[in-house]
């Protein structure tokens, strides 16, 4: 029990020191006992942090965790050595987070395989069920959940619509994609599929290693390709700036997935709000932090996609872009 008496001067004791609460005098170092620090990591396919990292850990402090206060978090950047993600995986298993955090379809798997128990919210997938991650969006089964990407049928219904009215004339289309991400060759497919139906003669183009874009232009130039899509995951959007210039060096307009690739120089976007879809994250962590099972949080889907173009690129191809998709857009780079 708490004495009310005074203590001397200077003799105050940390095991009598009391606090009011109500009608109650709690020790201060209960308080002090239920304020854990959260061990959070995060693997990702990125060379390093960006903006939509710095999304999730502003959507944290809006729910009440601050970095270093309430929180810590250990950053695995993977970059293009994905040959080390099983290593990266099990060492933030074995460093005991309560949480792990993954971004792109990869590194879900990789931590999907080391830890069947501590929780896992990811972002950066297409198709969470056909990756094996989960076993439905409603249900998911285990111990992983987060939010996905752009569904692939409207996807891309969208993208190659947009291509259409981009380009009226366009017959020859490139599609830059990484045989890497398994899910991504059936977006493939399908594009190859729908696009025939509008009269596109659809070219895959597989990236996934240095020179790999480079070669991918060069060729597609050859053939005089008049547009190219580029889906969205780890290795574009780590060589997004170089996948810019190279369209703008052979005056090809680029259609992305997201903002972030017309930020860098692309030409136009349409799909999730990137920066949000991190900071989605954001919710799943601090619901699983106060007690909710991850097989208990259906996955999310995306609510809200975007356009948004680049005039100055479309000035710098000589392309202009057409009032219809100008009066739909949700943005201007210039």
């Given at each position: 029990?708490?004495?009310?008496?005074?203590?001397?001067?200077?003799?105050?004791?940390?095991?009598?020191?009391?606090?009011?609460?109500?009608?109650?005098?709690?020790?201060?170092?209960?308080?002090?006992?239920?304020?854990?620090?959260?061990?959070?990591?995060?693997?990702?396919?990125?060379?390093?942090?960006?903006?939509?990292?710095?999304?999730?850990?502003?959507?944290?402090?809006?729910?009440?965790?601050?970095?270093?206060?309430?929180?810590?978090?250990?950053?695995?950047?993977?970059?293009?050595?994905?040959?080390?993600?099983?290593?990266?995986?099990?060492?933030?298993?074995?460093?005991?987070?309560?949480?792990?955090?993954?971004?792109?379809?990869i590194c879900a798997q990789a931590a999907q395989k080391a830890t069947s128990t501590i929780p896992?919210?990811?972002?950066?997938?297409?198709?969470?069920?056909?990756?094996?991650?989960?076993?439905?969006?409603?249900?998911?089964?285990?111990?992983?959940?987060?939010?996905?990407?752009?569904?692939?049928?409207?996807?891309?219904?969208?993208?190659?619509?947009?291509?259409?009215?981009?380009?009226?004339?366009?017959?020859?289309?490139?599609?830059?994609?990484?045989?890497?991400?398994?899910?991504?060759?059936?977006?493939?497919?399908?594009?190859?599929?729908?696009?025939?139906?509008?009269?596109?003669?659809?070219?895959?183009?597989?990236?996934?290693?240095?020179?790999?874009?480079?070669?991918?232009?060069?060729?597609?130039?050859?053939?005089?390709?008049?547009?190219?899509?580029?889906?969205?995951?780890?290795?574009?959007?780590?060589?997004?700036?170089?996948?810019?210039?190279?369209?703008?060096?052979?005056?090809?307009?680029?259609?992305?997935?997201?903002?972030?690739?017309?930020?860098?120089?692309?030409?136009?976007?349409?799909?999730?709000?990137?920066?949000?879809?991190?900071?989605?994250?954001?919710?799943?962590?601090?619901?699983?932090l106060k007690g909710a099972r991850p097989a208990d949080l259906p996955v999310?889907?995306?609510?809200?996609?975007?356009?948004?173009?680049?005039?100055?690129?479309?000035?710098?191809?000589?392309?202009?872009?057409?009032?219809?998709?100008?009066?739909?857009?949700?943005?201007?780079?210039?």
């Amino acid at each position: 029990m708490c004495s009310h008496r005074e203590a001397p001067h200077n003799q105050v004791s940390r095991r009598h020191l009391c606090i009011e609460v109500g009608a109650l005098l709690v020790p201060v170092g209960v308080f002090a006992q239920s304020r854990k620090l959260w061990r959070l990591a995060w693997l990702s396919p990125a060379d390093g942090p960006g903006p939509n990292h710095a999304a999730f850990l502003a959507r944290m402090k809006q729910l009440g965790y601050e970095e270093g206060k309430q929180f810590e978090i250990e950053w695995a950047w993977v970059g293009s050595n994905t040959a080390t993600l099983p290593a990266h995986a099990a060492r933030l298993v074995q460093s005991k987070p309560d949480l792990i955090l993954t971004q792109s379809q990869i590194c879900a798997q990789a931590a999907q395989k080391a830890t069947s128990t501590i929780p896992i919210v990811f972002v950066g997938v297409r198709d969470a069920v056909a990756a094996g991650l989960v076993h439905s969006y409603a249900s998911t089964g285990g111990n992983l959940t987060g939010v996905t990407l752009t569904p692939n049928d409207e996807l891309v219904a969208k993208l190659l619509e947009l291509q259409r009215e981009l380009v009226p004339t366009a017959r020859r289309l490139g599609v830059v994609w990484n045989p890497s991400v398994p899910v991504q060759a059936s977006v493939v497919e399908l594009l190859v599929l729908k696009g025939k139906g509008l009269g596109f003669d659809v070219r895959p183009m597989p990236v996934n290693r240095p020179g790999d874009l480079e070669r991918s232009f060069a060729e597609m130039a050859r053939e005089r390709v008049e547009g190219v899509l580029t889906l969205v995951e780890w290795f574009t959007f780590n060589n997004r700036e170089l996948l810019a210039r190279l369209a703008l060096q052979y005056r090809i307009p680029t259609m992305f997935e997201v903002k972030d690739y017309v930020t860098a120089g692309g030409l136009v976007s349409y799909g999730v709000v990137y920066h949000e879809h991190f900071a989605s994250a954001a919710h799943y962590v601090d619901k699983i932090l106060k007690g909710a099972r991850p097989a208990d949080l259906p996955v999310q889907q995306p609510a809200k996609l975007e356009m948004v173009v680049n005039r100055k690129t479309a000035r710098t191809i000589g392309l202009l872009v057409p009032v219809t998709i100008l009066v739909r857009a949700d943005e201007f780079l210039d």
